[in-house]
Every structure is written in C-alpha cells, then in structure tokens.
C-alpha cells in the first residue's frame, strides 16, 4: 500500500470550499469558421471564463498524451490517463506499433498460441475496428499480424471488420475493405485461405462500452460466433447495399452482416479455434472479451460458449484480469493523483453519466477497476440514454450538475471531477447543429458550478480531454473547409487535433499566477495544478504546476 504523506504549500492553504475539476468532454479550441460548433454555440460562461479567469491552453493530442507522433489524435482514453496520472506514459498505439516494429508480439505466449492452434488445423480469427483511426485500433497492425501469419504457415484465417466512421471520416470503409481485401488476395495467391468473414457498424455491432448498449454485444456474437445475419457475398457488397437502402448512413451505423457461400457462413467463431481481438483500446474490447472468456454470463443468451484462444492485442482491464491472454502489455500507470489522495484520505467524488463513467474513474485511475479507497471515495454514474445522440444533444449534463450538487452540499467532498460527454459523443455524429445545442448545455451547466462555486468559496477548473465538437466539417490543407465531389462540405465525426482550454476560476483568492516556466502545457500537468489548488505539493515525479505563487 501507498505511504505517501501529502505536504501542505507554504504560499497557499487551499480554498474553504471544494476543488472541482470539469471536464468538458470533445470541447477543443478550433478555426472559429462554420464547422466550429464551440465557436458558434452560445456560450457566455466559457467565454467570461476565458477573458477573466486564469486562462491558458492545453496540449490534448499526440506526444502531448503518449501517442506516437503529434498527428495522432487524442482520444478520452489517453486524455483522462495523463489528467489522471499526472506524466504522460506511451500509449497503445505507440506500444503496440513499437512491438511489431522490433517483433516483441510475435514472441509473446499469446500469439505462439493463437497461431499454434491455427497450425494445428483450426481457423485464426481476428477481430475488431478497420480503420487507421489509431484510437482504438490501426489497420497496420491487423494486416502485419496477417501478413506474419501467413509467414508462420498458418493456412485458414478469417476477419471480422467493424467499420469505423467515427474516427475516421464517416463514409470511409470501403478504402480500408478494399485495402484489406487486395492484401487477403495477394496472400490466397499463395494457396491460403484468407477471408472476411462478417461485420458490421462499430455503433451497432460488438463495441459497446460500460454496459450502456449490451445489445450491440449480442449482434456481434450472434454475426461473428454463430454466423447469423443478413448475407452477402462480399463485405463491399453489403456496404452497398446498406448505403443504397439508408441514403446519408454512415459506417458506424451500419447493421451487421455476415460472409456466405451456397447459403452458409464463411468464417462463424467454432470450437477448436482461435480468436484475437487486435483493437488495442479498452474501453470498447471488455465487454466482448467477457462474452468470450467468462463461464458465468447473464447479460444476453450466449448459447454454447466455444473452446477458443482467445486473446486481446492488450490486457484490457488489469484488475479483471481481462482478457487473460493479450499480445503486448498496457502501460503500467501506477500512483495516479487519485490514489494518492485517497491514501492520504482526502474525500473524493467522481460522477458522469455511462458514457463517460469509466472515464472519471477507470481511466482517470490509470487502467484499474474499483476504488483505492472506499471511505474517502464516492463514484457515482447517471444513467445515459439510448436514442440517438443528435436527438438528444443536451443528454444527461443537468442531471449530472444536480446530483453533483446535491453530493457536495453535504461539505462531505473536498475535490470532485466530472465529465459532461456531450461535446465528443454528439460531435461522433456529425450532426453540426446538434452539436452546437451541446455545446450550449454544457455551458449552461458551467453557470451553475460557477455560482455554487461563489457560494462555497471553492475553485473550479475547467478544460476539456481533446477536441471534437470544434471541428465538424473537414478542411484542407490550406485551411479552407473542404467538399466532397458534389460541392457539400464534408462532414467530420473524429477528434481534432486542436488545443483545449483550461481556466481556474477562483472569486475571492487572490496570489494565484500561470507558471511561465511550462512552455508547452499539456493534460499532464493538469495533476499537480490540482494538488496545489487544494493546498498541497505535488509529487515529485508529476509533470510541473501550471501554477506560480
């Protein structure tokens, strides 16, 4: 157990109130132009915050939160690591590439036994998002794990394509169908059977996260385990025809289909095979690897559970220990600020609604289920809604702002964090207006923390994990927004690679300065800004304050 005694700032004691941190989830900095939706929402409490409080900007993408080169989008998962953590570690992305790249993967136990049961005749199945979003997953890896495969005399293997559209541009899935169909060709020249097997929409197939949507996870199982599903002779094919029946669909919501010949599937999941879900991010890997690997199962009619190997391109939940075999091992984020100061037993409340729950406390506690400590911790999740995002774009932020309220009139809580997720999953459906209104309820939101904030002479950060709602249509190179063939602007649904803002908002203290001394200021040293604000020094190996006194 943790031993760190917490030493109090000699130049400030902290505010009588609590220390909330906010974070505006996909709310980032953009062009200010017609595809900023944070620009065009009305939004008089961010932007008095951003004249008035101490306001500065943050690095939310790329080497800034451990991804492999500053093209790289952030994402909420490595945003809430590094807020969390307070140092910015590699991330999947960079890990897995870097174990390809000096061959470590294919040295680990879990490829040897994946491809040694292929060997020994069965089917080696992969699994997972097709795309080179490289959020939770990049098409690179899964075609090195084919090609290698093939080099490894395994003869029968069988992919399983959820189609992205999310972090890449919404209608996309055909370049990376056909890009990995060329490759499946190239290597049955070589007398093996290679096939895509059955797919679907990542929004409506297998990659649901914190139990918000348990049904997409049946689809899956019944599409890729027991071969059920509208057919089609290709997965080109099944794309379009679902684009003719739905104009205007984009990849993430497509339905599943499955892959037949002479009206049998091509590639169902069977007894004796194996199975690598090579999607390298957690959050949308856990619930399927539970329908694989748990014995006791309840959250739909599994059926008869087939004897696979099944394994993940990393070990998605430490604490769970899931998956139990996984290609390269996550990084290993230890004494994140939440357990420091729940060792010290500072009293803390983390609450967001599904969608982000796992964020405030999962990944914002460096990849580990369950609290550090049951006293001094409370976590609370509201319920998300299951329509449409664009159709309810304020989701839960009110009820949200209420409970937190309620929670922490108690005096109970020192610090709390929260996420409001409508700025990314509204900006993931690229509906531009919807994601305007959005923006506008979380705003509305910021009010009434400030107000509380007034009330109990606390403090109050603001920022945001990474941007998205700030950049809804694509732009080219030159900066002008860019158009399809047909002259409409082209709608964006991933992350952007723009700043996010930060400001502290503290009526009545005064004495607190920006450190000059952070020339770059990123996500990481979010931690020890909020140790101080609290009253406290931060630990020694945390990136610096973005305070001075």
């Known amino acids: 157990m943790t031993t760190w005694q917490l030493k109090k700032l000699s130049q400030f004691n902290g505010p009588a ?36 409080a101490l306001y500065t900007t943050l690095g939310a993408h790329g080497v800034a939160v451990g991804m492999p080169t500053n093209a790289d989008m952030g994402n909420s998962e490595v945003g809430h690591n590094a807020l969390g953590a307070g140092r910015i570690y590699d991330q999947g992305a960079k890990l897995v590439q870097e174990a390809i790249n000096d061959g470590s993967i294919y040295a680990s136990d879990a490829w040897k036994q994946t491809t040694g049961r292929a060997r020994d005749g069965a089917t080696l199945h992969f699994l997972g998002l097709l795309s080179d979003g490289n959020v939770h997953s990049h098409i690179g890896h899964l075609k090195s794990m084919l090609q290698r495969a093939d080099a490894e005399g395994v003869q029968k293997v069988r992919v399983h394509v959820l189609l992205d559209g999310r972090d890449v541009h919404e209608t996309s899935g055909l370049l990376y169908v056909d890009d990995l169909e060329e490759l499946l060709s190239a290597l049955n020249t070589k007398g093996r059977d290679y096939r895509i097997a059955s797919g679907g929409g990542r929004m409506k197939v297998t990659m649901d996260r914190y139990e918000a949507e348990w049904h997409m996870v049946e689809t899956g199982w019944k599409t890729h385990v027991k071969g059920e599903g509208r057919s089609f002779e290709s997965a080109r094919q099944a794309v379009e025809t679902f684009r003719a029946e739905t104009p205007g669909i984009g990849d993430q919501n497509l339905p599943a289909f499955v892959i037949a010949q002479g009206g049998q599937p091509v590639g169902r999941i069977q007894d004796g095979d194996a199975v690598v879900f090579f999607n390298f991010r ?67 409340l983390a609450i967001s609604e599904t969608q982000k729950y796992g964020h405030v406390t999962y990944f914002w506690n460096g990849n580990r289920s369950g609290k550090f400590d049951d006293k001094s911790e409370t976590y609370i999740e509201i319920p998300s809604d299951t329509l449409p995002f664009e159709e309810r774009p304020w989701m839960k932020s009110a009820e949200i702002t209420d409970r937190l309220l309620t929670e922490l009139k108690t005096g109970k809580y020192k610090t709390a964090r929260l996420n409001y997720a409508n700025g990314d999953m509204v900006g993931h459906t690229g509906h531009r207006d919807a994601a305007i209104l959005a923006v506008e309820a979380v705003d509305l939101e910021l009010g009434r923390l400030m107000r509380f904030i007034e009330q109990a002479k606390g403090i109050l950060i603001v920022t945001a994990d990474h941007g998205n709602a700030d950049e809804m249509y694509d732009h080219n190179k030159d900066g002008s927004l860019a158009k399809d063939t047909e002259g409409h602007l082209k709608v964006k649904t991933s992350h952007t690679l723009n700043k996010v803002p930060f400001a502290i908002y503290a009526p009545g203290i005064t004495g607190l300065k920006l450190n000059p001394a952070v020339e770059k200021p990123g996500l990481g040293n979010y931690a020890a800004t909020a140790f101080n604000l609290l009253g406290y020094e931060a630990p020694p190996d945390h990136l610096p304050s973005l305070l001075s006194f």
């Open 17 to 52: 109130g609590p220390v909330i941190t906010c974070i505006m989830d996909g709310v980032g900095l953009g062009k200010q132009d017609e595809s900023d939706a944070v620009f065009l929402a009305r939004t008089p409490n961010l932007d008095w915050l951003t004249k008035n």
């Open 282 to 348: 957690g959050d949308r890997a856990i619930e399927i690897t539970q329908a694989f690997e748990q014995e006791v199962f309840d959250k739909f009619e599994r059926g008869p559970k087939p004897n696979v190997v099944y394994a993940g391109m990393m070990q998605y939940d430490g604490d769970l220990k899931l998956p139990n075999l996984f290609l390269v091992a996550p990084p290993h984020i230890s004494e994140s600020a939440g357990e420091f100061l729940a060792r010290n037993g500072v009293t803390q």
